[in-house]
């Protein structure tokens, strides 16, 4: 069975600093990857996704991604912080067909704190 | 970004009660819809895929009697929750997709509350 690990529950980072968010996978298969952030109020925004091709994903909002498969994680990053980036991130793992129609399996998420 | 919205946003019922949850594409036509339940500080875990049309597939260990689940149109589908007891209190997200999508859009979410 396929499981998403997120092994950092909060993190607190400096407005303007770098940011990256850990996630790690088991899945059996070619991973579908997913990051998508939660803000209260709001629906899950998806950030980037990882279906295939380079390993460097780039997203919205300057965020970016790596697939590593020898190491079977899916690492967030932000070179450069802006406090309206605190909000709950999730990593998921995408199991069936491509595209909309993947079963999402999620991580446990981690809550991003900005300090002015 | 395609549009997905529930109604209502929050609950509150008594014991015993049904409660129906909408979740409603609003500028695409769904072929696929997702409902999960997300508990306080955890993560989303997936109920059911409802294709329109057909009748939904439950994930393992989800009381199909319990969270009813109709797909009868492209920008509709309804999640009801019957005979609610105080532990089916949880945020409640749909998903949809799409033909031409190649990602879900996730609905604000549906707080319910069960005294």
């Known amino acids: 069975a396929q499981s998403v690990t997120q092994p950092d529950i909060h993190i607190t980072v400096s407005e303007g600093a770098s940011l990256e968010l850990r996630c790690n996978y088991s899945?059996?298969?070619?991973?579908?990857l997913f990051w998508y952030v939660q803000s209260p109020g709001q629906g899950l925004q998806l950030l980037l996704k990882?279906?295939?091709?380079?390993?460097l994903v780039q997203g919205i909002k300057g965020f970016e991604a790596e697939f590593k498969r020898s190491q079977s994680s899916f690492n967030l990053r932000k070179p450069s912080v802006h406090w309206s980036d605190a909000a709950e991130y999730f990593c998921a793992v995408g199991r069936g067909v491509t595209g909309g129609g993947n079963k999402l399996t999620f991580g446990t998420g981690t809550q991003l704190k900005v300090e002015l | 970004g395609a549009v997905v919205s529930q109604h209502p946003s929050w609950v509150i019922c008594k014991s015993g009660t049904s409660v129906k949850i909408e979740c409603r594409s609003l500028d695409f036509q769904a072929t696929t819809m997702f409902w999960y339940r997300q508990f306080p500080k955890q993560s989303l875990m997936l109920m059911a895929t409802?294709?329109?049309?057909?009748?939904?597939?439950?994930e393992q260990g989800v009381e199909k009697d319990k969270f009813l689940i109709n797909h009868a149109s492209l920008t509709l589908s309804t999640l009801t929750v019957t005979s609610a007891h105080p532990e089916d209190s949880s945020f409640y997200i749909c998903?949809?997709?799409?033909?031409?999508?190649?990602?879900?859009?996730f609905g604000p979410g549906t707080r319910l509350t069960v005294l």
């Open positions: 998903s949809a997709s799409g033909y031409s999508y190649n990602e879900q859009f």
């Open positions: 409802s294709n329109e049309g057909s009748k939904a597939t439950y």
């Open positions: 899945y059996g298969a070619t991973p579908y």
């Open positions: 990882y279906f295939s091709g380079d390993t």
